[in-house]
């Protein structure tokens, strides 16, 4: 049982690139979400989707898109890499309510 | 604005001694309230879930609490192993999904030998 599956786990760019970060999960979730980590700070949500062909933003969306085509994958697009998005960059997935979140184990992003 | 604070910020203690953790949270309406654990390059894995009528929930050596009225959680661990040594995360919801989370920044635990 894979999980959430999050590839690249390591990713240098160089200002003003693009890439998109993959996020795959096997357990036929329903929600699946996309967070930043930085340092000293919560995890921060940057978009999420409550199924498939549905996406909306969280609280900081600037300069990553989404799309949500098949309920098992949620990539997220960097448009233009910028410096401020050098972070660790973490999918998760999850049923509606009081379920838990199953996160992946994360893409360490750096922009120069 | 929703808030959850999380003390101590760091912590280390010696393997086999126990400790406690603390969550504050002005989260309305509440909903349900999570801990995770994070390993050092991992990513968060759920400990426990706990809504407004729960007082405790244990996960083996881990015991959270719930006090709704004064709006606190505490997570203790029983016997520190080495193992333990992780950040731990105390998530609240608000209801519905994603957008409804608010994430303390965590408490770093150490245990040494």
């Known amino acids: 049982n894979a999980g959430v599956t999050q590839t690249p786990k390591f990713q240098v760019l160089k200002t003003g690139q693009s890439m998109t970060l993959q996020c795959a999960q096997d357990m036929n979730h329903e929600y699946m979400s996309w967070y930043r980590q930085d340092p000293g700070m919560g995890l921060r949500l940057i978009h999420y989707?409550?199924?498939?062909?549905?996406?909306d933003q969280g609280e900081v969306p600037n300069g990553y898109n989404v799309s949500r085509s098949t309920t098992e994958d949620f990539p997220l697009r960097l448009l233009s890499a910028a410096p401020s998005q050098t972070s660790v960059y973490f999918c998760?997935?999850?049923?509606?309510?009081?379920?838990?979140?199953?996160f992946g184990n994360g893409t360490r992003l750096t922009v120069t | 604005k929703n808030q959850v604070e999380q003390s101590p910020q760091s912590l280390i203690i010696l393997e086999g001694k126990n400790c406690t953790l603390q969550?504050?949270?002005?989260?309305?309406?509440?909903?349900?309230l999570r801990w995770y654990k994070q390993d050092t390059g991992r990513g968060p894995v759920s400990l426990t879930i706990?809504?407004?009528?729960?007082n405790t929930k244990s996960n083996g050596r881990y015991t959270a609490t719930l006090d709704a009225d004064t709006k606190q959680s505490s997570l203790h661990i029983t016997a520190s192993q080495l193992s333990d040594s992780a950040s731990y995360i105390c998530?609240?919801?608000?209801?519905?999904?994603?957008?409804?989370?608010?994430f303390g920044k965590g408490t770093h635990l150490i245990i040494q030998p």
């Open positions: 989707s409550v199924g498939a062909g549905i996406t």
């Open positions: 969550c504050n949270y002005t989260v309305s309406p509440f909903s349900n």
């Open positions: 998530v609240v919801s608000a209801g519905g999904g994603a957008d409804g989370l608010t």
């Open positions: 998760a997935s999850g049923r509606s309510g009081n379920s838990p979140l199953h």
């Open positions: 706990m809504t407004f009528s729960e």
